[in-house]
């Protein structure tokens, strides 16, 4: 089946609602007046946060579903990944511990792997009556290039708690194209597509799923490839045509002043964003012609951004805006507040406040805060905490601390990051104001003339920034149970 075929005759397709306006109410015998809401959580990969138009910065309109998301419920201004690689990022998500802690700090195809016992969001809603469903890329198995096996079919003791519906790859981009591919059901048994854009597959796995009887509140897991590059290809691939629909499109600032092939990957970029937008709007409507809208919180994130080679030789694995900062929208039950959050949030956040959102205690384990007494507490946004703890590996052996106006990084120069987890002895690398250069064009590591008045929780504090920061990044190291190390201050600028 072709996109187009797709899109006219699935009865979940027509009619997509229009950014911001309300969902028509219906009604169906799935409708539950007293349980537990539903959970849907949808992740893009390698999304851009500043695609989505509702946070101001792009006007390129194409995501309107999103936006209708955004309008209806709470919108995350400042949402942050704490790991900028698919899979350490991910299980952050799961689990509400950094990657170090859950023991996935780099890719799944170097052998690491979520631990059989973790403890993770579907492991904590199935003990409480959900059923945990999973369709699309997985990226959390361990598994390995050489061993082709272990990239597709995930055992059910690696699946996360996900232990009902399983639809999924475990890393999606080597075992699918845009328009073929295979992914693999609960008992191992492949399921295979042809002529059928990505999205829309795995989209339309998602809709057959909801469009069943439940007679359990479930946790829905979608998760799409796109707008990640096709791996083999070093390009993305959006649906036949879609890229010709954003010819010279809209630049973001932060990449117009570094090389990198934004200018020829930016226009199939866009396409990758709407044909997400296009599936976020077909699960909707179909939430409401089940009648499950009322009762179904819905969340989209991604696992980080995209820089389009502007900061390293990579699309990700870096501390810059464009590497770390994510969307994160809700909507449903708790959530249809119309309001935009400020404060600094990260990705082992999600899980707590899923679980607080639907009345279910937050294990001890997880180290990320419920974001829900921020939401409806005024006093609890004035004593939140701004600043978000990142760790990168692969790209390098990096520790990185974002507040609401520094980004401050050190990384060890001497080890290989996809072989140590973290290190004992860091140098100063980049420090970006993110009030005055929003688009981290000027790092100021190792400069001595950076004024000294800094903000931290909202109070004006006049110490040095390089030693606040550094002092704040150490702790915060600490904090997450890594090794007692040491931080060279720079003292060359280039």
């Known amino acids: 089946m072709t996109r187009r075929e797709f899109i006219k005759h699935s009865s979940a397709v027509a009619a997509l609602p229009v950014a911001g306006a309300p969902l028509a109410e219906s009604r169906s015998p799935d409708a539950a007046e007293e349980r537990s809401p539903n959970i849907i959580v949808y992740i893009a990969d390698q999304f851009r946060w500043d695609c989505v138009s509702a946070y101001g910065l792009n006007p390129m309109e194409v995501t309107p579903n999103l936006d209708g998301v955004a309008a209806r419920g709470v919108a995350f201004q400042n949402a942050v990944t704490n790991q900028p690689l698919c899979s350490p990022s991910r299980a952050c998500l799961f689990t509400g511990l950094y990657a170090t802690q859950s023991g996935v700090w780099t890719l799944t195809d170097s052998g690491v792997g979520l631990k059989p016992d973790a403890i993770t969001l579907a492991t904590v809603l199935r003990?409480?009556?959900?059923?945990?469903?999973y369709i699309g890329k997985w990226h959390l198995a361990p598994g390995s290039h050489s061993k082709l096996s272990t990239l597709g079919f995930v055992p059910r003791e690696y699946r996360g708690g996900f232990l009902d519906l399983w639809e999924a790859s475990n890393?999606?981009?080597?075992?699918?194209?845009?328009?073929?591919?295979?992914?693999?059901?609960?008992?191992?048994?492949?399921?295979?597509?042809?002529?059928?854009?990505?999205?829309?597959?795995?989209?339309?796995l998602?809709?057959?799923?909801?469009?069943?009887?439940?007679?359990?509140?479930?946790?829905?897991?979608?998760?799409?490839?796109?707008?990640?590059?096709?791996?083999?290809?070093?390009?993305?691939?959006?649906?036949?045509?879609?890229?010709?629909?954003?010819?010279?499109?809209?630049?973001?600032?932060?990449?117009?002043?570094?090389?990198?092939?934004?200018?020829?990957?930016l226009a199939n970029y866009y396409g990758d964003i709407k044909s997400i937008d296009d599936s976020v709007g077909t699960i909707l409507k179909t939430l409401d012609e089940r009648g499950l809208t009322d009762n179904t919180i819905?969340?989209?994130?991604?696992?980080?951004?995209?820089?389009?080679?502007?900061?390293?030789?990579?699309?990700?694995?870096?501390?810059?805006?464009?590497?770390?900062?994510?969307?994160?929208?809700?909507?449903?039950?708790?959530?249809?507040?119309?309001?935009?959050?400020?404060?600094?949030?990260?990705?082992?956040?999600?899980?707590?406040?899923?679980?607080?959102a639907v009345g279910v205690k937050v294990p001890a384990s997880m180290v990320g805060q419920s974001l829900m007494p921020m939401i409806n507490q005024p006093e609890a946004r004035k004593a939140w905490r701004q600043e978000v703890f990142i760790q990168i590996s692969q790209s390098m052996v990096a520790r990185a601390l974002r507040t609401d106006q520094w980004t401050y990084c050190v990384a060890d120069p001497d080890l290989p990051g996809g072989k140590y987890p973290s290190s004992s002895h860091y140098v100063e690398y980049q420090m970006y104001n993110l009030a005055a250069d929003p688009h981290q064009l000027v790092n100021l590591a190792g400069r001595r003339d950076v004024p000294s008045l800094v903000h931290y929780l909202g109070e004006r504090v006049d110490v040095e920034v390089a030693a606040h920061l550094r002092r704040r990044l150490l702790a915060r190291m600490e904090e997450a149970g890594e090794p007692r190390a040491t931080i060279k201050q720079r003292r060359l600028y280039p």
């Open 206 to 265: 998602a809709v057959k799923f909801l469009q069943q009887k439940h007679g359990k509140p479930f946790l829905l897991v979608i998760s799409q490839l796109e707008p990640h590059f096709q791996n083999d290809l070093q390009a993305f691939a959006p649906p036949t045509g879609y890229g010709k629909r954003y010819a010279n499109p809209f630049v973001p600032q932060d990449l117009r002043f570094f090389p990198g092939d934004w200018d020829r990957q």
């Open 127 to 133: 003990a409480k009556g959900y059923t945990a469903n």
């Open 171 to 204: 890393v999606l981009e080597l075992t699918s194209h845009p328009y073929h591919g295979t992914l693999w059901n609960g008992d191992g048994e492949p399921m295979r597509f042809k002529g059928i854009y990505r999205v829309d597959y795995i989209t339309q």
């Open 298 to 356: 819905f969340m989209f994130v991604s696992d980080h951004g995209c820089h389009f080679r502007t900061r390293n030789q990579e699309y990700k694995r870096s501390p810059h805006e464009s590497s770390i900062h994510i969307p994160l929208l809700f909507q449903g039950p708790g959530f249809n507040q119309a309001r935009m959050v400020r404060e600094l949030v990260s990705m082992i956040d999600v899980t707590p406040t899923l679980l607080d």
